[in-house]
Structures are given as C-alpha cells and as structure tokens.
C-alpha cells in the first residue's frame, strides 16, 4: 500500500504540466440533459446553464453562447440576459458520430467567465479520415535502422542534490539522428542492488528542463524521463524561455512539406533511441517497459510502443498530433492543428496533407501490439475528442479507456491514480 500511494504521488507530479484550472468565484456551469453526456443520432441535446457566485445563481448576468461541432467554427451565437442565472439552450443535434459543444462566456464586475460541455454522438463509430500510407512500415524502419547505426555514446552527470539514499538522479544524453546530435532527460535509478522494471516518461509540448520521478526509483523502477529538443534539461529556466520565443517557437509546425525533415521525425526516432538506452542499464530487468505520457507525451507513448516492440505497455492521456488531416475534411483535426484557418496556398496544403500520414498518431496506433490505459475528456480543445477517438478507434491491441467527459486538457488526480493502478498491474 505505502509503494502504491508514492508512486502514485509520482504520477500526481505530472499535474504540474497538466494542471486542472484554478478555482473561481464565479462559475459558469454548463451540463448536457444526459448523465453520460451521449447521444443517438439525430436525438436533440438541451443544455442546462448555471451562473454562480459562491454557489449561488446570479441574477440579471449577461451571457454570450455558442454551439459548433467539436473544434469547428460556431454555426449559432447569442447574447441573452440570465433574470435568474439559469437557462436552458437547445443545441440541435448530429446525424453523425461526432461532438456538439455549447460554450457559454458570462460578463460579470468586469471579468469574463467560461463553461462549456460537450455532447458526444456515437463515439465509438468515429473513423479516421487519415490513410495509411503503403510504405509506412518500410520509411519507419529504414529510419530506425539508419539511427542505430550511430553509436549511443552515453554520458551521465550524478545530480547528488536530487538523489538520496534510495535513488540515484542523473541527468544523462545519448546521441542520435545524426553524428553529434543528442537527447537529453533524467535518469532515476533504484540504489539497492537487484533487477527493475523501466518506465520511459515522454514529454507534452513546450521547451522547459525535467525533474526527473524519483519516486519511481525509491519504490522499485528505473525511470528515464526525457527531453525532446536535443538540449540539456538542468539549464537555468530562462534560456527556455529564450528558445520558446526563439529558434524553437512554433517547432510543432516546422517543415511538414518534407517528410524527412519534419522536426517529429528525430523526436520519434529520439523515443526508441530512450528505449535502446534502457535495454543497456545493467540493473533492468529487461522485460518490463513501460511508457508513459500526456497531450504531446500521450502521442508519444503511442508512438513509441508502436515503432519498439521491446515496450511491453503504454499509458496515452488526451493524445495530441491525432488526424491532423480532419480540417480538409470538414470536421476538426489534432493538435497542432495544422490546417484549421490556414493561410498555405492549395498547393502547400496538398503537399503537407500527403506528408502528415507518415507522422499521425492514428497510423502508429494501427501498429499496436501490446496493452495501453488511455483517458481524455470531451471538453478538450486542444485535443479534440473527434481526433483522439480517431485514434483510440484503430487500436486492436488490449485497451482500457478511461473517458472524464467534463475533462479538457487536464487530468484530474483520479485518472492519474486509475492510470498508476493500471500500470502497476502491467509491470507486475
């Protein structure tokens, strides 16, 4: 029980990156007429809106609403005054599988407030619009091969001040992609002698440094947290910041006119080089892998487990880079949302859509093999739920999927807590 509740502390450490919103005293409280939030086809959704201040309704406040389709542009918007802080808006509906969301904005003492829900329509029955290319397999594999030709190169530095008696903290960098390039992250690694399971932690987006889980390692697993930009994660925080106003800023968009050059293909290829790594830790038990991640990190796991078949597990919360294709085909597409309100000629967007399949989330989850714990939300606006279940739909592999129908891009501690049960079962 005592290494179950740290390790489930560990986990709840991701909530720094993934926090839920801070609490307000005015909330806009918006709920769908059905307790599971889903619908049939072609059957109305009414969504009931609450204004609070303390809990109680707030009389004569202004709203704005507006209901679309998952992350699509609004097909209706109005202005109405709440007498009572509550009304009730009927949303229409879907002849398709899909998400009709209402979002409600209150003007209150000069501030702005939001709520919003989401009504799902046959989830289960949403198909990707992304195709799998031919030779998927055969570019992926020729680029693994290329990037185990160049030698791993390890270099650690012991980090005493975040070790202790149980774990040993370095940071560590292996080379890859090319002669001199390198991924850098943290290594945990239990103190007492023996054999461990591995847990691989991939990173959502942004440039920031990484602390590492010691508490993976103090109860009984190696951790290697990681990096994905090929700089070192222990750097004074403002030379992120530097970068992400920089030479990294908007890296998720770069060079997706040419397959390989697109920035995700070393970061994918970094992942397996992680996992390379790991297989050459004398104290891994060299058969239990798992890894893990959210938003970003969440389409990392998923990759990673199906480019290495050395993973024996993934944990995927709300998947990013999922049917990045969908905005050309009507519906909303996954983060980075390559094509919604583009300003690229018809020519440049034709291009990037023949190059995107090689790089989307929804192919490699077709690649499965091995057991995963996904959970998201269907308020998700930056990964919307229409691009995750595009995902989640292919997958044939053992799946358990954890759906927090309020959540949007944020976990909240019981899904962490679901995810480590799961997880802790996995690598048992």
């Keep these: 029980m005592k290494r179950s509740l740290i390790l489930w502390s560990g986990l709840l450490a991701c909530l720094v990156l993934f926090a839920q919103p801070g609490e307000r005293m005015v909330k806009v409280i918006v709920v769908p007429d059905h307790t599971d939030w889903n619908y049939h086809p072609g059957e109305p959704v009414k969504f009931e809106v609450t204004v609070t201040k303390n809990s109680i309704p707030i009389e004569n406040v202004e709203i ?70 031919e030779d998927f397999n055969e570019f992926w594999e020729k680029a ?14 012991h980090l005493p001040e975040r070790s202790s008696d149980k774990a040993d903290v370095y940071e560590v960098s292996i080379q890859h992609y090319q002669h001199g390039g390198r991924i850098y992250g943290i290594l945990c690694v239990p103190t007492a002698p023996g054999k461990y399971p ?20 103090e109860n009984g697993f190696i951790s290697l947290e990681i990096g994905i930009h090929g700089i070192p994660v222990t750097l004074d925080p403002q030379i992120y910041a530097d970068l992400n106003g920089g030479g990294l800023s908007g890296y ?30 004398e104290q891994f038990d060299g058969k239990n892998l798992a890894v893990q991640g959210g938003s970003q990190g969440g389409a990392l796991a998923i990759v990673t487990a199906a480019l290495d078949n050395r993973v024996t597990g993934l944990v995927s919360f ?38 995107t399949p090689y790089y989307d989330v929804v192919n490699f989850a077709r690649q499965l093999k091995v057991p995963g714990f996904y959970s998201f939300g269907y308020n998700d606006m930056v990964c919307p739920p229409i691009s995750m279940f595009s995902a989640y739909n292919v997958i044939e592999a053992p799946k358990t999927l954890l759906i927090m129908e309020e959540a949007a891009h944020f976990g909240y501690p019981e899904q962490w807590g679901k995810a480590w049960q799961w997880m802790e079962k996995l690598v048992k």
Aim: with cysteine; net charge positive; aromatic share 12%.
């Design 318 to 355: 709300y998947p990013a880079l999922c049917d990045l294709n969908g905005y050309l085909h009507n519906r909303a597409g996954g983060w980075p949302h390559l094509f919604r309100h583009t300003t690229d000629s018809p020519e440049v967007t034709r291009i990037k859509s023949e190059m």
């Design 144 to 157: 693994k091969a290329e990037n185990s030709r160049i030698p791993l190169s390890p270099r650690l530095r």
């Design 64 to 133: 704005e609403y507006e209901l679309s389709y998952d992350m699509m542009d609004p097909y209706q918007q109005k202005r109405v005054l709440l007498k009572n802080g509550k009304l009730s808006i009927s949303g229409g509906t879907m002849q398709t599988a899909g998400f009709l969301r209402c979002r409600v904005f209150a003007m209150y003492e000069g501030n702005r407030y939001e709520g919003k829900a989401t009504a799902a329509f046959e989830p289960e029955r949403i198909t990707p619009t992304t195709l799998l290319p």
């Design 252 to 281: 998720q968009h770069f060079n997706w006119d040419n397959r390989d050059k697109v920035y995700y293909k070393r970061v994918y290829l970094g992942c397996v080089r992680a996992v390379d790594y790991l297989f050459t830790l």
């Design 198 to 217: 591995a847990i691989l932690r991939v990173p959502g987006a942004g440039i920031r440094p990484h602390n590492g889980n010691r508490a993976d390692a």
